[in-house]
Every structure is written in structure tokens, then in C-alpha cells.
């Protein structure tokens, strides 16, 4: 048998570097295997929280849609829709993630009705929704308009998030919630 010393000449090494590549295999397989874990736990929770975002947004288009059928069934009936089907909108009141429903609140007066939208969390983990459609009397004419309000929980939960209200004539969110761009 040819020695080490041979047989590394043959191949065009020499011995030391044969035994670096050892070594160099072993600092590989100690470094790497970890860097990679940590890598995977810096990424992964962002994965997790836009799949989250995603199902709430998925929410929020919904309550947005209920209102948009609120205020069309409005106009076409001079009243607001009782239940989801009557609205048109085609959307299911019981959805993977939310449970969604509607209601129309009396104020004060039939012309202080206003109609609620909500997409409550099945899930502890993600945000609910509220929405609402109020009537607005139009200054110096005996016309009525709608204004509509979306609302997000401040926190996530499974628990029907408080109605909004109107202030001085503008829809406000409710406590713990917060407006949604429409």
C-alpha cells in the first residue's frame, strides 16, 4: 500500500490540505445546520402573520360589501335590509374564519335607523369586524343620505366588537375599535 504522502501527490494534494478538508466538512456540519434554524425562526413568524392578515382582510372586504348592499338596498327600498340574503350581496353568513351577520338598530325615531355589519372572529387569533350605515338628513333639503363606517378591533378576539355611533353628524368608531380605510 502507497502512503498518505503518495497518494496525495498522485491526486495533486498534499496531506495537510487533505487533513483541512476534514476539518473544514466538520465546521460545515456544525455551523450551518444552525444558522439555517435561526434563519427559519426569524422568517417564519412573518409567513404566519400575513396568513392571518390575509383571512382578515378577507373579513374586512365582506363587512365593507355588507355595507356597500346596505346603502344600495337603502336607496332601491327607502329602508335597510334585515338579513344577508335580502341584500344581494352574495356572501355566506357562516365562513371558515367569521360568522357574519346584520341588523337594523332604531335610535330614536325611524329616521334615526341605522345598519350594522358585523364579521365576528371564530378565532382568538384574529381581529372582528364591525360596520355601520347610518342616515344622514341633507342640509337645507328634505333628502336623506347614508354614511357608512368600517371598524376593526383593536385586539384580536372572538367577542362582537362595540357598534359605532355618530358624533355631531360623523360615524365614530365604537371603544377598543379603530376606523378601516374603505
Known sequence: ????LAQAKKAGQSPLRKRNNRWSLWIRLL???PMA?????????????KANKAHQSGARAYVG??????????TENRKFGSNI???????????????????VATVKSA????????GI???????SYVGAVFLSQVTASSDVTTLAI????????????????????????GANTQPVGQ
Open 1 to 4: 500500500m502507497k502512503s498518505d
Open 31 to 33: 455551523i450551518y445546520p
Open 37 to 49: 434554524v435561526i434563519v427559519a425562526a426569524l422568517i417564519l413568524p412573518s409567513f404566519l402573520c
Open 65 to 74: 360589501a355588507l355595507n356597500k348592499g346596505q346603502q344600495a338596498y337603502f
Open 85 to 103: 340574503d335580502v341584500l344581494g350581496v352574495g356572501l355566506k353568513t357562516d365562513a371558515e374564519d367569521y360568522i357574519f351577520s346584520t341588523r
Open 111 to 118: 329616521k334615526e335607523q341605522s345598519a350594522l355589519n358585523y
Open 121 to 127: 372572529s371564530k378565532k382568538a387569533d384574529y381581529r
Open 150 to 173: 368600517l371598524c376593526e378591533a383593536n385586539a384580536p378576539g372572538d367577542t362582537k366588537p362595540p357598534d359605532p355611533i355618530v358624533k355631531n353628524g360623523i360615524p365614530t368608531c
